[in-house]
Every structure is written in structure tokens, then in C-alpha cells.
């Protein structure tokens, strides 16, 4: 009888990838994949060791797990990616009941996974279009973990998104650490806008959606792209990480408040409708109540469709870890607290907007005799949804709706 194994993929779409061509290797092995851990003999656990909160989410997953090998419900654990890759040894010691430790995935294997995408749902799926990164925030463990900037050929990401298309795909979402870099490692410049052209090609009346770009690196060229695709989505991620100019050199963001600024505005004035999604990070060493309320006045401002915050995290092996003036857990809470409100504002009101609006979303899920679904402006897993009343819709369909309701981060719709 056929082995079998599962996977449980932790951290962020990049780390899914890997855990999708770790499945890939398995089942050339003849092993068979099973959703759920119940009665297999492996389990996989895809690690993250970005921030400590996701360090913590790991270790007791994988926890978990050596309790339901202590039970006789497991045979053989197996932990990779980025936790084993920053502490092997530590955990080679801790934890005798793991079998295996693997660190981060090989990038090339990635490309040989075979097409249909196993870990998301049938109708959307991630193409890592890039690994490692060079640009050495100081707050980031990444490049450590990750190496330097690798970009994959456009024709084997074409060749991927071809074949995903082929089979029903209805959203592809381009993912690396650093997407606005593609290419300058192939032939020393940037080539995004080219590949976005290329893979809009392969991509009628679907969705392609670009995340992970850096304002210091985005270039005027893909904006357009976007612009004039009826294909790509008008969404472009750009975490900023803060606004002070003395906090983004600290953090070594080569980028400045006025850059940024003149960024969001570009983009804007291109695509009217555009949806920007960004993140910071509040509390990093350093930061006074007067570059806190730079930061704060900057989201004021500008007023960001979507915002993902975070409290910074002392990652050691990294340089800022090693920086004075480290801002106490208390007073980052209290300064997430008061952005977070904020934005829950901001959200608020522009979600008003589209009240009474029809727009095309795409149903992920029946929930409750109704449906979840995303807008355009909506990334999987981190935005917010559509909640639509209809019948019969088909997960994976696209459908016209009339927005009726509207929330701080969700709206409510109806078939037309
Ligand atoms: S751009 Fe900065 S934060 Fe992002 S992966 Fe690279 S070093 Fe880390």
C-alpha cells in the first residue's frame, strides 16, 4: 500500500509554493497526498521564521504534531523552510521526535512542481516569480535565509501560466520577496514589465495580480502595463514599512517620504481606480513619538486602500537587532492600536463608496447559504471580501454584483 503524507504550509504565499513543490517531490516518490493528518504515516510541516510571532505559530505546530506522534497517530515528522534553516541545530537537539529537517526549498524546484496547483483553492494560484533579496532591510532575516536575487525565466513563468489558464485558473498572483527587481539578476535590468506583458497574453478574462513590489524599485513602465491591461489587476502592493525619513534610512528602505509620496501619486493619477496595498511597521529602534506621528499623518493622508501593520519584531542576525533606543512592547501595542483604529476609518469610508456600484467578483467559497467573494481590489487570504446572496453560484465563477452594504473592510452584494 502506498505511503501516505500530508503538508501543513505556514507564513506567506511564498512559503505555499515551496510546500507545493515539496508535495510535487513526495508524490514522484509514491507517496500519496491526503488534505488531513488523520492515519498518515508523514507529515510535513513548512516552516516560517520571519517575526517571532511566526517563529511561535511554528514551533507549536510542529508541537502538535510530535504529540500526535507520541499518540501512534503519526510515523514520521519532517520540518523545512525558513525555522530549520535558521536553527537547525538548536532544533536538531529540542526536538528528537522530528525525523527530518530540511531547510528552505531549493528555488529551480519550484519550476519543476507539476502545474496543477495543489495547496489553494482550484481556481487561483501563486507563481514565484523570484527568490532571495538583495535589498538588506535591516529589520529583515530574509536575505539570510533566502540568498541573493534570483528571477525565474519569463518563458517557464509563461509556459506555467499558460498551462494554469488551460486548466480553468481564474487568478494568478505573481509572488517574491521583491517583485519590482524581476529580471535585473538575468540581464541587469529590470524586467516586470515585459514579463507582465508577456503573461498578459496568456491570460484573457482572467485575473493576474502582482504582489510584493518596493516602492524604491517599482518602475514608472509596469504601472502602465497595468494601466492598460484588461487583464491585470488594479491592485499594486507597495509596503512602504513607515514615512519618517530618519526611521526608512535606519531601516535601509533607499527610499524617502517625498519618493513615496510622488509614487502614490503617479500611480494614481495612471490608474484612477486603483486599489494600493501597503504595510508598516511601527515601533522599529529608534522611532520617536515625532516620527510615530509622521507615520501616522502620512496614512492620514494618503489614505491607503489596504493596510497590513506590524509590530516591529528584534529579529537577531539582523542589523537593526544590535540598534539602541528598542521601543518597549507596551508603548508598539499602544501605537498599533492607534493606527489600526485609524485605518479602520479610513477603510470604513471608502468602502461607502462603492455602495449601489456593480462590480465583477470572483466566489471562493459557499458559506452559510451565501457566498464569499473578492473584488479585484482584493488579494486572497489578506483582504477583505464580498459577502454575495445568490443562488446556485459556482466557487471559481466570476459574477457581476450590485454592492448593497458596505463594512470597515468587507462589502455586501447581489447577483445581478
Ligand atoms: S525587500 Fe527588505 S523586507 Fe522585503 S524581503 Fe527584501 S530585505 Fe526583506
Aim: net charge positive; aromatic share 8%; with cysteine.
Amino acid at each position: 500500500m502506498k505511503k501516505s503524507f500530508t503538508i501543513i504550509s505556514l507564513g506567506c504565499p511564498r512559503n505555499l509554493v515551496d510546500s507545493e513543490s515539496i508535495v510535487s517531490e513526495f508524490k514522484e516518490k509514491g507517496y500519496a497526498f491526503k488534505d488531513n493528518a488523520i492515519g498518515v504515516d508523514t507529515v510535513i510541516v513548512n516552516t516560517c521564521a520571519f517575526i517571532e510571532d511566526a517563529k511561535n505559530e511554528s514551533i507549536e505546530t510542529i508541537l502538535k504534531v510530535v504529540d500526535a506522534k507520541k499518540a501512534g497517530d503519526v510515523k514520521k515528522i519532517v520540518v523545512a523552510g525558513c525555522l530549520p534553516e535558521r536553527y537547525r541545530g538548536k532544533l536538531k537537539k529540542e526536538l528528537r521526535e522530528i525525523d527530518e529537517f530540511r531547510g528552505v526549498v531549493d528555488f529551480d524546484a519550484t519550476f519543476k512542481r507539476n502545474s496543477v496547483p495543489m495547496l489553494t483553492p482550484a481556481h487561483y494560484a501563486y507563481i514565484k516569480i523570484s527568490e532571495g533579496c538583495g535589498n538588506r532591510c535591516t529589520y529583515c532575516i530574509i536575505p539570510y535565509l533566502k540568498g541573493p536575487y534570483r528571477s525565474r525565466p519569463i518563458e517557464s513563468v509563461a509556459k506555467e501560466a499558460g498551462q494554469l489558464v488551460q486548466r480553468g485558473i481564474k487568478e494568478i498572483v505573481l509572488v517574491g520577496q521583491d517583485t519590482s527587481l524581476y529580471g535585473t539578476d538575468l540581464c541587469g535590468r529590470k524586467k516586470l514589465a515585459e514579463l507582465l506583458k508577456e503573461l498578459d497574453k496568456v491570460s484573457n478574462g482572467i485575473w493576474l495580480r502582482l504582489l510584493y513590489c518596493h516602492p524604491a524599485n517599482l518602475d514608472k513602465d509596469v504601472i502602465k502595463v497595468i494601466r492598460d491591461s484588461k487583464n491585470i489587476c488594479r491592485y499594486i502592493d507597495l509596503p512602504i514599512e513607515h514615512a519618517s525619513d530618519r526611521i526608512l534610512r535606519r531601516m535601509g528602505r533607499k527610499t524617502g517620504k517625498a519618493d513615496i509620496a510622488s509614487l502614490i501619486q503617479y500611480i494614481r493619477r495612471q490608474i484612477p481606480d486603483v486599489c494600493i496595498r501597503t504595510s508598516a511597521i511601527v515601533g522599529f529602534p529608534g522611532e520617536t513619538e515625532k516620527d510615530f506621528q509622521e507615520l501616522v499623518s502620512f496614512i492620514k493622508k494618503t489614505r491607503f486602500e489596504r493596510l497590513g501593520l506590524f509590530m516591529y519584531s528584534r529579529e537577531e542576525g539582523t542589523p537593526a537587532y544590535k540598534l539602541k533606543a528598542q521601543v518597549s512592547e507596551r508603548e508598539k501595542q499602544r501605537r498599533f492600536n492607534e493606527i489600526m483604529t485609524l485605518q479602520q476609518s479610513i477603510s470604513s469610508r471608502i468602502n461607502e463608496r462603492f455602495k449601489g456600484r456593480r462590480l465583477k467578483v470572483l466566489v471562493d467559497e459557499a458559506q452559510e447559504g451565501d457566498y464569499i467573494a473578492r473584488t479585484e481590489y482584493d488579494a486572497p487570504e489578506v483582504d477583505g471580501t464580498v459577502h454575495v446572496k445568490g443562488r446556485a453560484l459556482e466557487p471559481g465563477n466570476f459574477y457581476n454584483v450590485r454592492i448593497t452594504d458596505t463594512y470597515e473592510y468587507d462589502l455586501v452584494g447581489e447577483v445581478l
